[in-house]
Protein backbone atom coordinates (compact mmCIF):
# COMPACT_ATOMS: atom_id res chain seq x y z
CA UNK A 1 0.00 0.00 0.00
CA UNK A 2 1.17 3.51 -0.54
CA UNK A 3 2.27 6.29 2.09
CA UNK A 4 -1.22 7.79 1.63
CA UNK A 5 -3.66 5.03 1.86
CA UNK A 6 -1.92 4.31 5.11
CA UNK A 7 -2.69 7.68 6.32
CA UNK A 8 -6.30 7.73 5.18
CA UNK A 9 -6.45 4.49 7.11
CA UNK A 10 -4.95 5.71 10.21
CA UNK A 11 -7.22 9.03 10.07
CA UNK A 12 -10.24 6.90 9.59
CA UNK A 13 -9.43 4.29 12.89
CA UNK A 14 -9.10 7.72 14.68
CA UNK A 15 -12.30 9.21 13.54
CA UNK A 16 -14.48 6.12 13.36
CA UNK A 17 -13.03 5.69 17.69
CA UNK A 18 -13.91 9.71 18.58
CA UNK A 19 -17.69 9.05 16.44
CA UNK A 20 -18.13 6.19 18.79
CA UNK A 21 -17.07 7.73 22.18
CA UNK A 22 -18.76 10.69 21.64
CA UNK A 23 -21.58 8.60 21.82
CA UNK A 24 -21.40 7.45 25.42
CA UNK A 25 -22.53 10.39 27.36
CA UNK A 26 -25.57 10.20 25.58
CA UNK A 27 -26.25 6.09 26.71
CA UNK A 28 -25.09 6.76 29.82
CA UNK A 29 -27.96 9.37 29.86
CA UNK A 30 -30.41 6.92 28.75
CA UNK A 31 -29.43 3.80 29.48
CA UNK A 32 -29.51 1.93 32.74
CA UNK A 33 -25.96 0.87 34.41
CA UNK A 34 -25.92 -2.63 33.68
CA UNK A 35 -26.93 -2.20 29.71
CA UNK A 36 -24.53 0.92 29.47
CA UNK A 37 -21.35 -0.77 30.62
CA UNK A 38 -22.30 -3.89 28.45
CA UNK A 39 -22.54 -1.21 25.55
CA UNK A 40 -19.20 0.66 26.57
CA UNK A 41 -17.67 -2.78 26.36
CA UNK A 42 -19.25 -3.43 22.94
CA UNK A 43 -18.01 -0.01 21.94
CA UNK A 44 -14.29 -0.39 23.19
CA UNK A 45 -14.27 -3.63 21.67
CA UNK A 46 -15.38 -2.13 18.05
CA UNK A 47 -12.26 0.50 18.85
CA UNK A 48 -10.18 -1.93 19.26
CA UNK A 49 -10.87 -4.17 16.17
CA UNK A 50 -10.72 -1.27 13.99
CA UNK A 51 -8.10 0.23 15.41
CA UNK A 52 -6.09 -3.58 15.00
CA UNK A 53 -7.43 -3.74 11.12
CA UNK A 54 -6.92 -0.27 10.25
CA UNK A 55 -4.00 1.47 12.24
CA UNK A 56 -2.17 -1.83 12.85
CA UNK A 57 -2.35 -2.81 9.05
CA UNK A 58 -0.56 0.91 8.08
CA UNK A 59 1.88 1.19 10.48
CA UNK A 60 3.41 -2.59 9.60
CA UNK A 61 3.73 -1.03 6.01
CA UNK A 62 4.76 2.43 7.16
CA UNK A 63 6.36 2.30 10.55
CA UNK A 64 7.69 5.67 9.43
CA UNK A 65 4.07 7.58 9.87
CA UNK A 66 4.14 6.46 14.00
CA UNK A 67 6.48 9.59 14.21
CA UNK A 68 4.22 11.33 12.20
CA UNK A 69 0.93 10.52 14.39
CA UNK A 70 2.71 11.19 17.70
CA UNK A 71 3.90 14.38 16.68
CA UNK A 72 0.30 15.62 15.35
CA UNK A 73 -1.21 14.16 17.82
CA UNK A 74 1.22 16.40 20.41
CA UNK A 75 1.32 19.75 18.40
CA UNK A 76 -2.32 19.48 17.49
CA UNK A 77 -4.40 16.91 19.64
CA UNK A 78 -5.25 15.31 16.41
CA UNK A 79 -3.77 12.97 13.38
Known amino acids: ?16 GRTLQALLPALKAGLPPDAYRACAHE ?15 ALAAHPALKVEIDTAIRDHGRY
Open 1 to 16: MDIDLARTMIRTAFES
Open 43 to 57: LASAIDQTNTALITR
